[in-house]
T-cell receptor
Framework: DSGVTQTPKHLITATGQRVTLRCSPR?????VYWYQQSLDQGLQFLIQ???????AKGNILERFSAQQFPDLHSELNLSSLELGDSALYFC?????????????FGPGTRLTVT | AQSVTQPDIHITVSEGASLELRCNYS??????LFWYVQSPGQGLQLLLK??????LVQGIKGFEAEFKRSQSSFNLRKPSVHWSDAAEYFC?????????FGKGTRLHILP
């Protein structure tokens, strides 16, 4: 158990809908990262937050947004969903923002868009 | 800019055989290097990491990796694989302020 929790575990929704994925980092970790993992694209970094502020952006679509709240939990919002958005979405956390900070991964949310 | 390459998408080895998974990185300074493992349906778990010092690092589950600066490599090894080692393995390189993950190598084990 990494100490990172993600809810829900599974999500099935229809095209055009909007969903919110939730992540609670390990106690004491200030950074939260979101990743998308699909069979064809592999593990893709989406976005990072540090202590409530956006820190880095990766291959995140404009239809996707995220935020980190004062209690450090984070939410990833996916809107106007398309079939291609079906994937595993991982949240990870780390103590800070250095490249030497190990990232601890949650179990993921499996999103299926039908 | 940082980058990391895992040249093998799939590797198949027999149970009990030795294993080496390749990882090459690109970074201007001494990087921070990591290997993660992802079992089916699970999140990624850290196997081992290298920051400095001894270039041969030991990790969990009997894995080790060797940092070779001259080859810009950080290959993962295990002397004898078990069926439970079947998983996807990710190499990652950390710079000043971020970690980049490779695309992963899926390991298959033959009984």
């Amino acid at each position: 158990d990494s100490g990172v929790t993600q809810t829900p575990k599974h999500l099935i929704t229809a095209t055009g809908q909007r969903v919110t994925l939730r992540c609670s980092p390990r106690s004491g970790d200030l950074s939260v990262y979101w990743y998308q993992q699909s069979l064809d694209q592999g593990l893709q970094f989406l976005i990072q937050y540090y202590n409530g502020e956006e820190r880095a952006k990766g291959n995140i679509l404009e239809r996707f947004s995220a935020q980190q709240f004062p209690d450090l939990h984070s939410e990833l919002n996916l809107s106007s969903l398309e079939l291609g958005d079906s994937a595993l979405y991982f949240c990870a956390s780390s103590v800070a923002t250095s490249g030497r900070d190990e990232q601890y991964f949650g179990p993921g949310t499996r999103l299926t868009v039908t | 800019a940082q980058s990391v390459t895992q040249p093998d998408i799939h590797i198949t080895v027999s149970e009990g055989a030795s294993l080496e998974l390749r990882c090459n990185y690109s970074y201007g300074a001494t990087p921070y290097l990591f290997w993660y493992v992802q079992s089916p349906g699970q999140g990624l778990q850290l196997l081992l990491k290298y920051f400095s010092g001894d270039t041969l690092v030991q990790g969990i589950k009997g894995f080790e990796a060797e940092f070779k600066r001259s080859q810009s490599s950080f290959n993962l090894r295990k002397p004898s694989v078990h069926w439970s080692d079947a998983a996807e393995y990710f190499c990652a390189v950390g710079g000043i302020d971020k970690i980049i993950f490779g695309k992963g190598t899926r390991l298959h084990i033959l009984p």
